[in-house]
């Protein structure tokens, strides 16, 4: 089955700081999520990848997929106490329909921004 | 203008008990889905519902039974609840296709005394 490894597993950032948060794959990627949860909430989505070297921008928060599609990463810049939250990455475990929308979850960066 | 939304937000009871959450969307999806999210935050995927027909069904006990009484609507009941069950169980739902995005709900925070 495969697995997601996000790193690190918490991060302290100063207001003002750019940080990235990293999720890796066992297997190949077929689609990779980013959600972002704040406590007591839901998970709020924030972008899709799948196509190999694809990145993709929001506000201050950018996602890219490499090329061999194993590795994600979340880049914030210019961070604020609004960024604050546990970002989790998921993803399909395969092309196609089979995968039934079956996505396997890291097990969450905790990010805390101090103004 | 909730497009997914979960009662009881928050429940207490008892171990042995049975208990039921509800899920509703209002997205127009087909698909809807349950996860628990454990103590460490890991969030695992129990269930996957389409069109009212079961299409996922992890390694979960058979003490949980969901059951959807239309593609709007996903509900999980839980019989004889374990300490071990306390959780936040979150509802998802998607339109049906290979990458479709999952919106979910605010959870439930279930805590089993």
């Known amino acids: 089955s495969q697995e997601l490894e996000q790193s690190p597993q918490s991060l302290i950032v100063q207001e003002g700081k750019n940080l990235t948060i990293n999720c890796t794959s066992s297997?190949?990627?077929?689609?990779l999520y980013w959600y972002k949860q704040k406590y007591g909430e839901g998970l709020i989505f924030l972008m899709m990848?799948?196509?190999?070297?694809e990145e993709k921008s929001h506000e201050k928060i950018t996602a890219k997929l490499d090329e061999k599609k194993q590795q994600s990463s979340l880049h914030i810049t210019a961070s604020q106490p609004s960024h604050a939250g546990i970002y989790l990455c998921?993803?399909?475990?395969?092309?196609?329909?089979?995968?039934?929308?079956?996505?396997?979850f890291g097990q969450g960066t905790i990010l805390t921004v101090h103004p | 203008d909730t497009a997914v939304s979960q009662t009881p937000k928050y429940l207490v009871t008892q171990m042995g008990n049975d208990k039921s959450i509800k899920c509703e969307q209002n997205?127009?999806?087909?698909?809807m889905y349950w996860y628990k999210q454990d103590s460490k935050k890991f969030l695992k995927i129990m269930f996957s519902?389409?069109?009212?027909?079961?299409?996922i069904n992890e390694t979960v006990p058979n003490r949980f039974s969901p059951k959807s009484p239309d593609k709007a609507h996903l509900n999980l009941h839980i019989n004889s609840l374990e300490l071990g069950d306390s959780a936040v169980y979150f509802c998802?739902?998607?339109?049906?296709?290979?990458?479709?995005?999952?919106?979910f709900g605010p959870g439930t925070r279930l805590l089993v005394l």
């Open positions: 998802a739902s998607s339109l049906m296709g290979a990458a479709e995005t999952q919106y």
């Open positions: 297997k190949t990627l077929y689609g």
């Open positions: 990848l799948q196509k190999g070297g």
């Open positions: 998921g993803a399909l475990p395969n092309a196609g329909g089979t995968s039934y929308g079956k996505l396997t």
């Open positions: 997205l127009g999806h087909d698909t």
């Open positions: 519902y389409n069109n009212k027909e079961l299409i």
